[in-house]
């Protein structure tokens, strides 16, 4: 089974542009969740999309956005970068979207964005 | 508010001897624990969890200890081996749906 891919795996912006990440979970999840993981901060939630609608959210701005299509592929959406963005994006995806014994999160590789 | 802390940034442990990573939690909601692995350059990969209904969870030479009372869990990898030079982060959980709330990870190194 193939597992969590995202693309790109790295990426350069300038402050004021915006960009997209891609995310597409193993065969069958249907929960996909994104993480913004920096120096000295973790792992910190932005958000979790369950069968198209997002379920749960994290404490970022709005500039922060993300969807997910009928396929449970997920797109992750900044507005307006700041060099405070800079950091490494992940997507997780899990069966049915319950965080419990038998619904493990399974994370992908992650999205490098260079904010200059 | 860094609600599942791992105050050691880092770790190093000789091959072969016992390797305890430390994690504290401050919200009594969290009844789900994890630990992830993450080499540099891919995600992190799920290694042991434990419920609130449980103090201790053991797989192999991973063994996952909580202690509820004082709101504290530990991972412990005996014998410690260089493959498990990584970071490690801890995870809790409020249980249903909710999200997982990470720690920000302990650099362990195996010194051969």
């Known amino acids: ?116 | 508010d860094q609600q599942v802390k791992q105050n050691s940034p880092s770790l190093s442990v000789q091959e072969g001897r016992i390797s305890i990573l430390n994690c504290d939690y401050t919200n009594s909601m969290f009844d789900y624990f994890l630990w992830y692995k993450k080499y540099p350059a891919e995600g992190p990969t799920f290694l042991i969890s434990i419920s609130s209904i449980k103090d201790k969870n053991e797989d192999g030479r991973f063994t996952v200890f909580l202690n509820k009372s004082a709101k504290h869990l530990s991972l412990h990898i005996v014998p410690s081996q260089p493959g498990d030079s990584a970071v490690y982060f801890c995870a809790a959980s409020a249980g249903g749906n909710e999200k997982l709330t990470f720690g920000t990870g302990t650099r362990l190194t195996i010194i051969p």
Not at chain 1, 19 to 29: D, F, K, Q
Not at chain 1, 68 to 74: L, Y
């Open chain 1, 1 to 116: 089974k193939a597992g969590v891919t995202q693309t790109p795996r790295y990426l350069i912006k300038t402050r004021g542009q915006q960009v997209t990440l891609s995310c597409s979970p193993i065969s069958g999840h249907r929960s996909v969740s994104w993480y913004q993981q920096t120096p000295g901060q973790g792992l910190q939630f932005l958000f979790e999309y369950f069968s198209e609608t997002q379920r749960n959210k994290g404490n970022f701005p709005g500039r922060f956005s993300g969807r997910q299509f009928s396929n449970s592929r997920s797109e992750m959406n900044v507005s307006t970068l700041e060099l405070g963005d800079s950091a490494l994006y992940l997507c997780a995806s899990s069966l049915g979207g319950t965080v419990s014994f038998t619904d493990t999160q399974y994370f992908g590789p992650g999205t490098r964005l260079t904010v200059l």
